[in-house]
């Protein structure tokens, strides 16, 4: 039987077929490449034959972290099917919508949330579903199937995936992900990352996220190496996870807050770091400070800047510029073109911020069923990221903020993630966020939302002197708001929506009076 270029799972099956290929922690299952390529041949023979999944057909997941996960994304690629991961996050409605635009014939899911697939399945006329688990439905499918022999054949830009964006603006986004998008990822990140056979990844960020899924699940994959699946992040477990020896863990990749969780942790100081290869970090700003605690135990967090529509990888440090550039994404990866564009389509100075727009082999072709995204998102074949970046005379890129996420005070431009990066240098701030909400005299200024670590005190005019120190005086926040946590989305990153939500529309008297 033929090994398809997108189908490393069959390649390695072959290869080295009693390598460990998944390692599920959540059941403590185990499969090697060999036992991995089986079970997938037979996923895919039961969707083909009973379930009459066939090529072009989405099969939706709505499961927390299991291997089984990667079993669906392998067998709907040997079918020609569109793989469609589901954030376990959303309410009934939300997955309405994105179940209704997308049109799964078939939702797997999990026991944990049978309750929300089916109900969005039957709202949504899913013709099938699958419960994985021991006694569920996914793996009796398994059980009964004869493997697969033929695989349909495809494209590097046949649809391999669909991936919601979180939808923090007006509905989600069904970003159109090509089996020579992923591929490109695998060859973008694998020189960088250090990925190699040997490579052993532990997986805590979603795989419904890109982050989860390619940074860098399938890239260890394509490599030949081992991917370990946590259920649910635990910072803890995490480290205990990293620390023992009989794992081997030497790959690891974490939004920012995944990083600070596990560096609050009591673990943290005596944690065993010494077989870590990489650890890659993105999906948000990473603060200075909290770069410089993982350095003092040393450990030179990779930074690196993507987007569910590229695949994920744009740009990335290389480690031995980890330490020396804190604060940069890096350069541009391997496969992509960068530009960075003023307002009127021209390219941006050294040093001038600027909008950062995208192309190559690893950018989405568009979005699922939305023609009017399509046509404001790009320009000549050039993705427009929406995020303010500059690049610095040694050819290093800064993502300084979302464009989205800037406000305008007195008419000056203030991008909260250098205000954060400020309050972060605080030792009682354990997160923070800035947001504009607006002023009659300004038209905008900044708030800033701030949880304090246990046992740590913390006044607003502490806060306000810092930024005084720190901060020109547009850009310091006006008004401080003290919460337990702030709100955060399934992968970890603060989600501003609702923080505008909460304290935006509250008047300056209500503010002044909460603070």
């Not at 910072?235 to 600070?260: C, H, K, M, T």
């Not at 427009?384 to 800037?406: L, N, P, Q, S």
């Not at 607003?460 to 547009?474: G, K, M, S, T």
Request: proline fraction near 7%; charge should be negative.
């Amino acid at each position: 039987m033929p090994v398809r270029y997108y189908d490393w799972i069959a390649h390695h099956g072959r290869r080295t077929p009693d390598k460990v290929a998944m390692v599920d922690l959540g059941s403590g299952r185990r499969f090697t490449y060999a036992q991995s390529d089986a079970r997938i041949s037979r996923l895919a023979a039961h969707l083909r034959d009973q379930l009459k999944v066939a090529r072009g057909d989405r099969v939706a997941v709505l499961a927390l972290n299991t291997s089984d996960t990667l079993e669906v994304q392998f067998a709907c690629g040997r079918l020609g099917a569109v793989f469609l991961p589901l954030n376990t996050r959303l309410t009934v409605p939300e997955l309405q919508f994105i179940v209704g635009d997308a049109s799964p014939k078939v939702m797997i899911h999990d026991g944990d949330l049978a309750e929300t697939a089916l109900s969005v399945a039957g709202l949504c006329c899913v013709s099938s579903t699958l419960q994985l688990g021991p006694d569920g439905s996914y793996e009796a499918g398994i059980a009964s199937a004869q493997p697969i022999e033929t695989f349909e054949p495809v494209t590097l830009d046949d649809i391999s995936t669909i991936m919601y964006t979180s939808g923090t603006t007006g509905q989600p986004k069904g970003a159109i992900i090509t089996h020579g998008m992923t591929f490109f990822n695998c060859v973008n990140l694998g020189g960088l990352a250090y990925i190699s056979p040997s490579s052993v990844f532990l997986c805590v960020l979603p795989l419904f996220h890109t982050g989860g899924l390619n940074c860098y699940t399938n890239p260890v994959l394509h490599a030949g190496g081992t991917a370990l699946i946590m259920r649910n992040f635990d910072p803890g477990e995490a480290l205990r996870l990293i620390s023992d020896p009989a794992e081997r863990i030497n790959v690891f990749f974490g939004v920012p807050a995944i990083y600070q969780f596990m560096a609050q942790h009591p673990s943290f100081a005596s944690a065993d770091f010494s077989r870590l290869v990489i650890c890659g970090v993105g999906g948000a700003p990473m603060p200075v400070p909290l770069l410089k605690v993982w350095e003092a135990r040393g450990v030179a967090l990779q930074q690196g800047y993507g987007m569910t529509e590229t695949s994920p990888a744009v740009m990335a440090l290389d480690r031995e510029d980890a330490a020396r550039k804190a604060g940069s994404a890096g350069k541009p990866v391997l496969h992509t073109e960068v530009r960075i564009v003023r307002p009127d389509g021209t390219d941006a100075a050294v040093g001038e911020l600027g909008e950062l727009w995208v192309r190559g082999p690893n950018i989405t072709p568009g979005y699922w069923n939305r023609p009017d995204a399509n046509a404001s998102s790009f320009t000549d074949g050039w993705l427009h990221t929406g995020d303010a970046t500059r690049v610095d005379d040694e050819g290093f890129y800064y993502i300084v903020d979302r464009w989205k996420d800037m406000y305008i005070s007195g008419g000056e431009n203030v991008y909260p993630a250098e205000v954060e990066n400020v309050l972060h240098q605080i030792p009682a701030v354990a997160e923070a966020a800035v947001i504009g909400i607006p002023d009659e005299q300004w038209g905008e200024v900044g708030m800033a939302v701030v949880a304090v670590r246990p046992g740590e005190r913390l006044t607003p005019e502490q806060i306000h002197a810092h930024c005084a120190a720190n901060l020109a005086r547009f850009k310091c926040p006006r008004t401080i708001e003290f919460v337990d946590a702030l709100p955060r989305n399934a992968t970890g990153k603060i989600h501003k929506p609702t923080l505008h939500k909460q304290f935006a529309e509250l008047k300056p008297t209500d503010l002044a009076q909460a603070s």
